[in-house]
């Protein structure tokens, strides 16, 4: 949820998954301010790489990046946001621990043939079979394919 203003945004995901209706008035049990989460030096352990040493604290801007870890189908996995004098930006799930070796092999790809253009990253080869490997990538950190963008 977003501070904006005199009110508070409910993102239409959230909003769906708990059944609210828009206009539905909802009443606050406890209000916490959010802090940034602490971020510990990059690690391998086990042959699983920690994400969360790789989430900056600060956007380009300075803003504070912000993290919520929790559980989903006995995985670590991260939500990470900033939030902007509008209201919070858009969120990235991720998971927390991913196979290092994919992770090495995702940032070879993107140091060889991407495209690092401010918030993006565009992916420039013309092989298939090298899309095919860096989507798989993508969705073995638990990017979702709705935020994989390709053009034809």
Do not use: C
Not at 72 to 90: F, M
Not at 116 to 133: L, M
Not at 144 to 152: K, L, R, W
Request: hydrophobic share 40%.
């Amino acid at each position: 949820m977003a501070l904006a203003a005199d009110w508070i945004t409910i993102p239409s995901k959230i909003r769906k998954d708990l059944n609210i209706k828009y206009g539905q008035s909802l009443s606050l049990l406890e209000f916490k301010r959010i802090k940034p989460h602490s971020r510990n030096p990059f690690r391998v352990d086990s042959g699983k790489a920690d994400m969360l040493s790789l989430v900056p604290t600060a956007s380009r801007k300075g803003r504070p990046i912000y993290v919520d870890e929790y559980e989903k189908a006995a995985e670590s996995w991260l939500r990470v946001w900033y939030y902007h004098p509008r209201g919070a930006a858009r969120q990235i799930e991720m998971k927390r621990y991913v196979n290092a070796s994919t992770l090495g092999n995702l940032l070879g790809q993107i140091q060889a043939e991407g495209e690092k253009n401010g918030s993006r990253v565009a992916f420039k080869n013309t092989s298939i079979s090298e899309h095919t490997d860096f989507v798989l990538a993508l969705l073995q950190l638990g990017i979702p394919m709705d935020s994989i963008q390709g053009i034809y």
